[in-house]
Each structure stands twice: as C-alpha cells, then as structure tokens.
Nanobody, 123 residues
Framework: QVQLVESGGGLVQPGGSLRLSCAASGFTLEHYAIGWFRQAPGKERVGVSC????????HYADSVKGRFTISRGNAKNTVYLQMNSLKPEDTAVYYC????????????????WGQGTQVTVSS
C-alpha cells in the first residue's frame, strides 16, 4: 500500500523540541517535493514548511521561521521536521504530503492524508 506515515509527535513543554518524521511506505520519496501541514483544533489545515526533491530549496511559514528546520534523510525515504522553541500555538496535528513543487505560500494540493501526528505544547 502506497502511503505517507507521520510520526514523532508528543507532549512537550513550551521551549522544548520535537522531530517529526514523514516516511514513505510502498514507494520512495526521493523524487518528490514534500510539504508539512498542520491543523489546530477548530482551524483550517495550513502549510508549515516544504522541501524540494533535491533538498536544495526549502520554505517556511512566517510563524515557524527560525524555529523549524525541514530536511531529507540520508536514505532519501524520510523527510524530517525539526521543531525547536515550541510554543503553545504550535499545538496541532501535523501531516505531510507530496506536493508538485516547494514554494511559498504553501498550500496542500489534494485531500489524501495520512493519520498525522499530534503535537501538544503545554506546561
């Protein structure tokens, strides 16, 4: 079965860090641009960050710029989102998706999603 699987979420205190992973099952991510999106309770799903297929180009939403870093794994089948200096407003379910190109502003391109991973920032 071809799908993306998100993991790495959890409960963290403000100022803490988490690393999210987006892994491919049934295919390789190597040739695809990947976007990370998040949906907070009662809010729309929004773009957070993306990375090009080569890894040379990235984009960050203003709300996470300077705190989050997106990268591709050495095995080229995983995309990571390193989240530092987390704030309560980062609380959301985080999803990854294949996108046609990494550019800002980041919008999702279809409604096929994995299960997501919950990030909760609270003291």
């Amino acid at each position: 079965q071809v799908q993306l699987v998100e993991s790495g979420g959890g409960l963290v205190q403000p100022g803490g860090s988490l690393r999210l992973s987006c892994a491919a099952s049934g295919f390789t991510l190597e040739h695809y641009a990947i976007g990370w999106f998040r949906q907070a309770p009662g809010k729309e799903r929004v773009g957070v960050s993306c990375i090009s297929s080569s890894g040379d180009s990235t984009h960050y939403a203003d709300s996470v710029k300077g705190r989050f870093t997106i990268s591709r794994g050495n095995a080229k089948n995983t995309v990571y989102l390193q989240m530092n200096s987390l704030k309560p407003e980062d609380t959301a379910v985080y999803y990854c998706q294949i996108i046609s190109a990494c550019r800002g502003p980041l919008f999702y391109e279809h409604d096929y999603w994995g299960q997501g991973t919950q990030v909760t920032v609270s003291s």
